[in-house]
């Protein structure tokens, strides 16, 4: 009776073996995979970090173009407001469309900027129709 206990126990460790040796087995294996999953998604990350920095730099790039570029429109303002003092006709022109703004008449227009009453009544016009 001994002997057949004793082979119960044995047969139950052996089994008990087997089975711890499945599970170690087992969890190595899923402990592999998810390694390998925690690199894949280190390395997606350090691609996505990447992205970004050069998303960052491109959009500072892009701020300094414009920044630049505005600096170029307002000296370009400068100097087309530079051109028009200096020429007397513009300064004639830009004088008598301010005037018609300020709502002059064709025969105001011919006497303070010297047009012709042609010139004078195109302007009156064409003020009158962009209001």
Do not use: F, N
């Amino acid at each position: 009776m001994a002997l057949a206990i004793a082979l119960c126990i044995v047969v139950i460790c052996v089994a008990m073996t087997l089975w711890l040796r499945k599970t170690v087995s087992l969890q190595g294996k899923i402990l592999t995979d998810l390694s390998k999953r925690i690199d894949a998604l280190q390395h997606a990350s350090r691609l996505q970090q990447e992205e970004v920095h050069e998303v960052r730099s491109g959009a500072l790039a892009v701020g300094a173009k414009v920044k630049d570029l505005i600096v170029k429109i307002e000296h370009l303002g400068d100097k087309v407001a530079e051109v028009e003092y200096l020429d007397p006709a513009t300064r004639m022109y830009t004088q008598a469309a301010k005037m018609v703004d300020a709502g002059a008449t064709v025969e105001d227009l011919m006497r303070e900027c010297e047009l012709p009453r042609a010139e004078a009544e195109l302007l009156v016009s064409v003020k009158k129709s962009h209001s």
